[in-house]
């Protein structure tokens, strides 16, 4: 079964405005990772957000996690049309392999 | 951070034919690995290839059809053996970062196309 799971599938944008998305896991987590993919293109590494840590800012990024309700959430601020993305959560499972929800593909309107 | 390339970026290929896909690392690591990416899908991990043993396959995914080599610490290739339309995918490959670090860092990846 995924590990994470973003919420929502897709979510379309004004420029300027902010994007928030959720993720949800099932099993207890050491970190969650957040990825970006531009167009079916390789992922980059955004931001880790350890389990003791509730909140993390990268730029115009800002994860936060809740372990007792297993969830995170990625705010992008005043996004532009280069945030346009595939945004994945990620953790790791017990046989500590990193797995890979369906994503959120994020579409910024000029 | 480490700096991953791979070849080829893209390629069609006819049906029951395969394709090698090389993934050169910047630095060197021990694990690598190769996950697949369906149209639409999310990634899934195929193999982990550790640098003098045989790569370690996940359910669903066989030798005979994923055959892939780790000859030393920066390198790593990955075949898709008599391809089929199914096949048509985009491979990733990705590395762990520094020791002590819990991120992975992935390839540009290789879309492939089976006609």
């Known amino acids: 079964s995924q590990q994470g799971e973003e919420d929502p599938q897709a979510l379309s944008i004004q420029e300027g405005e902010n994007a928030t998305m959720n993720c949800s896991y099932k099993?207890?987590?050491?970190?969650l990772q957040w990825y970006r993919q531009n167009s079916g293109r390789g992922l980059v590494h955004l931001i880790l957000?350890?389990?003791?840590?509730r909140e993390k800012h990268s730029g115009r990024l800002r994860v936060t996690l809740d372990t007792s309700k297993k969830s995170s959430s990625l705010l992008i601020t005043a996004s532009r049309a280069a945030d346009t993305a595939s945004y994945f959560c990620?953790?790791?499972?017990?046989?500590?392999?990193?797995?890979f929800g369906q994503g959120t593909e994020l579409s910024v309107k000029p | 951070s480490a700096v991953i390339s791979q070849k080829p970026s893209r390629d069609i290929c006819q049906r029951g034919t395969s394709l090698t896909i090389q993934c050169q690392v910047d630095s060197q690591v021990t694990m690598m690995f190769w996950y697949r990416q369906q149209p639409g899908q999310s990634l899934t991990l195929i193999a982990t290839?550790?640098?003098?043993?045989?790569?370690?396959?996940e359910s669903g995914f066989v030798i005979d059809k994923f055959p892939i080599s780790r000859p030393n610490l920066t390198f790593s290739t990955l075949t898709v053996s008599n391809m089929s339309p199914e096949d048509s995918s985009i491979y990733l490959c990705s590395v762990d970062g520094l020791a002590g670090s819990d991120t992975q860092y992935f390839g540009p990846g290789t879309r492939l196309t089976v006609l």
């Open positions: 290839a550790n640098q003098g043993s045989e790569a370690t396959y």
């Open positions: 990620t953790t790791y499972n017990q046989g500590g392999k990193l797995i």
């Open positions: 957000i350890r389990s003791n840590e």
């Open positions: 099993t207890s987590i050491n970190n």
